[in-house]
């Protein structure tokens, strides 16, 4: 069993800064797309950004030129920067790992709250 842990939410106000980080289980070498989704109050998950195995980006148009998404194998770790933070940036946030294609499924960690004040 893939387990994704994530780290790095809090509270913060507007314009501020956070470095949300998830490490997984098992290496990440094999995966077709490793990425961050968010969840605010009263609203369905959405994706924030992905990245490829050739570490190709793909990012939402609300968070383009705001927030950079990167990883580092050797630490089975996928990291999302995100400045000039919002309050419509709240949210539970999650890590993704998309397996499919490599012997494996989609996996979600438990998430972890970005809170962002006016």
């Known amino acids: 069993q893939v387990r994704l842990v994530e780290s790095g939410g809090g509270l913060v106000q507007a314009g501020g800064s956070l470095r949300l980080s998830c490490v997984a289980s098992?290496?990440?070498?094999?995966?077709?797309?490793m990425g961050w989704y968010r969840q605010g109050p009263g609203k369905e998950r959405e994706l924030v950004a992905t990245?490829?195995?050739?570490?190709?980006?793909n990012y939402a148009d609300s968070v383009k030129g705001r927030f950079t998404i990167s990883r580092d194998s050797a630490k089975r770790s996928v990291y999302l920067q995100m400045n000039s933070l919002k309050p419509e940036d709240t949210a539970v946030y999650y890590c993704?790992?998309?397996?499919?294609?490599?012997?494996?499924?989609?996996?979600w960690g438990q998430g972890t709250q970005v809170t962002v004040s006016s």
């Open positions: 098992l290496s990440i070498f094999t995966f077709k797309t």
């Open positions: 993704n790992l998309d397996r499919r294609g490599f012997g494996g499924t989609i996996y």
């Open positions: 990245i490829g195995r050739g570490a190709d980006t």
